[in-house]
């Protein structure tokens, strides 16, 4: 069972990183989300202060010039900021809950099948499983979470019951909340 990582947002203490630890977690942000690679410079430029941020239950959070983009849980896959979504929001997959998941997709919960398969939700992309993934809502214009899927989009559509998605970060949680 994943971590809910950040109910609360605290960091615990800083690692300077590197040089060459540096262009290992840039590489990694790359291979992960190469639609960013025109941008990947202006977001964390050569001469800027980069930092691993430790927090609790084993997640690191690179910070840039003290602004946290990027987070990972252990040596998972790295998951974007939302506030980094709202700019890019093509960087990584879609998908698009109905407007009765709303409520609980902002107070932390994970995404059920069927509120992504029902009238009024869309999958946008298709995605594997353990595959990162922002959560959209109908209506909605920003997205209102990041997540990892549980189970593959054809699998969703196929299975439509259970969690589809674990959610790792929402609007309003204590990284939202830090990130003002």
């Given amino acids: ?31 992960q989300y190469p639609a960013l690679d025109d941008v990947l410079d202006d977001l964390i430029p050569k001469k800027a202060t980069v930092v691993l941020g430790k927090c609790e239950n084993k997640v690191n959070v690179v910070l840039v010039d003290d602004e946290p983009l990027f987070f990972n849980h252990r040596d998972g896959p790295y998951f974007p900021t939302l506030r980094l979504v709202h700019k890019y929001p093509d960087m990584m997959p879609k998908l698009r809950v109905d407007k009765g998941a709303i409520k609980f997709v902002i107070s932390g919960a994970n995404i059920m099948c069927p509120g992504l398969t029902s009238k009024g939700a869309t999958i946008h992309d298709e995605c594997d499983e353990d595959e990162p993934c922002a959560i959209f809502a109908e209506g909605k214009e920003h997205a209102l979470a990041i997540g990892i899927t549980k189970m593959s989009t054809a699998d969703i559509k196929s299975v439509n019951k259970g969690i589809g998605v674990d959610l790792v970060h929402y609007l309003n949680d204590g990284l939202w909340q830090a990130t003002k």
Avoid: C, P
């Fill in 1 to 31: 069972r994943r971590v809910n990582m950040f109910r609360k947002y605290h960091v615990d203490g800083t690692q300077q990183l590197k040089s060459s630890v540096q262009r290992g977690i840039r590489a990694k942000i790359s291979d």
